[in-house]
Protein backbone atom coordinates (compact mmCIF):
# COMPACT_ATOMS: atom_id res chain seq x y z
CA UNK A 1 0.00 0.00 0.00
CA UNK A 2 1.28 3.64 -0.74
CA UNK A 3 0.95 5.97 1.95
CA UNK A 4 -0.03 9.72 1.86
CA UNK A 5 0.25 13.17 3.28
CA UNK A 6 -3.05 12.69 4.56
CA UNK A 7 -2.68 9.39 6.18
CA UNK A 8 0.09 10.58 7.75
CA UNK A 9 -2.09 13.95 8.64
CA UNK A 10 -4.66 11.65 10.30
CA UNK A 11 -2.82 9.43 12.03
CA UNK A 12 -0.79 12.59 13.80
CA UNK A 13 -4.20 14.00 14.30
CA UNK A 14 -5.48 10.69 16.17
CA UNK A 15 -1.70 10.66 17.87
CA UNK A 16 -2.01 14.51 19.33
CA UNK A 17 -5.80 13.59 20.40
CA UNK A 18 -5.37 10.67 22.39
CA UNK A 19 -7.59 8.58 19.92
CA UNK A 20 -6.48 5.19 19.19
CA UNK A 21 -8.79 5.01 16.07
CA UNK A 22 -7.94 6.51 12.75
CA UNK A 23 -10.53 7.37 9.70
CA UNK A 24 -9.83 9.02 6.52
CA UNK A 25 -11.68 8.65 3.68
CA UNK A 26 -14.04 5.03 3.50
CA UNK A 27 -10.75 3.53 6.32
CA UNK A 28 -11.21 2.99 9.82
CA UNK A 29 -8.20 1.74 11.94
CA UNK A 30 -8.70 1.27 15.41
CA UNK A 31 -4.97 0.34 16.84
CA UNK A 32 -4.17 -1.98 20.24
CA UNK A 33 -2.29 0.85 21.84
CA UNK A 34 -0.61 3.63 21.52
CA UNK A 35 2.64 2.75 20.79
CA UNK A 36 1.28 0.68 17.94
CA UNK A 37 0.33 3.50 16.47
CA UNK A 38 3.49 5.11 16.81
CA UNK A 39 5.00 2.48 15.14
CA UNK A 40 2.51 3.04 11.97
CA UNK A 41 3.14 6.73 12.01
CA UNK A 42 6.80 6.04 12.03
CA UNK A 43 6.05 3.66 9.03
CA UNK A 44 3.84 6.41 6.86
CA UNK A 45 6.42 9.24 7.96
CA UNK A 46 9.42 7.30 5.86
CA UNK A 47 7.34 6.02 2.99
CA UNK A 48 6.40 9.81 2.75
CA UNK A 49 9.38 11.27 3.26
CA UNK A 50 12.33 9.38 2.76
CA UNK A 51 15.61 10.18 4.21
CA UNK A 52 18.23 11.34 1.16
CA UNK A 53 20.92 8.76 0.62
CA UNK A 54 23.16 11.11 2.41
CA UNK A 55 20.93 11.98 5.91
CA UNK A 56 22.68 10.16 8.46
CA UNK A 57 20.31 11.47 11.38
CA UNK A 58 21.94 12.43 14.51
CA UNK A 59 22.26 9.87 17.31
CA UNK A 60 24.30 11.03 20.95
CA UNK A 61 25.51 8.40 23.24
CA UNK A 62 27.05 9.20 26.22
CA UNK A 63 27.02 8.84 30.23
CA UNK A 64 25.62 11.26 32.86
CA UNK A 65 27.87 11.80 35.56
CA UNK A 66 28.55 14.45 37.51
CA UNK A 67 31.18 14.97 40.87
CA UNK A 68 29.49 18.65 41.00
CA UNK A 69 32.66 20.48 39.67
CA UNK A 70 30.57 21.84 36.41
CA UNK A 71 27.51 21.92 34.42
CA UNK A 72 25.77 18.58 34.47
CA UNK A 73 26.37 16.67 30.91
CA UNK A 74 22.67 17.28 30.28
CA UNK A 75 23.85 20.96 30.05
CA UNK A 76 26.22 20.27 27.18
CA UNK A 77 24.27 18.34 25.39
CA UNK A 78 21.50 20.65 25.70
CA UNK A 79 23.82 23.94 23.59
CA UNK A 80 24.77 21.53 20.65
CA UNK A 81 21.63 19.94 20.23
CA UNK A 82 18.42 21.44 19.39
CA UNK A 83 15.10 20.65 21.31
CA UNK A 84 13.13 18.40 19.77
CA UNK A 85 9.78 19.71 17.99
Known amino acids: M ?3 QAD ?9 SGALTVEYQD ?7 FDDMIRTRDL ?5 NPASPNDTGRIF ?3 RTSKGLGPASSDVVN ?7
Not at 27 to 33: C, E, G, P, S
Not at 79 to 85: A, Q, V
Open 8 to 16: LDAIEKAIK
Open 27 to 33: RKIVYRN
Open 44 to 48: ILNAV
Open 2 to 4: AYT
Open 79 to 85: RYLPPFE
Open 61 to 63: SGS
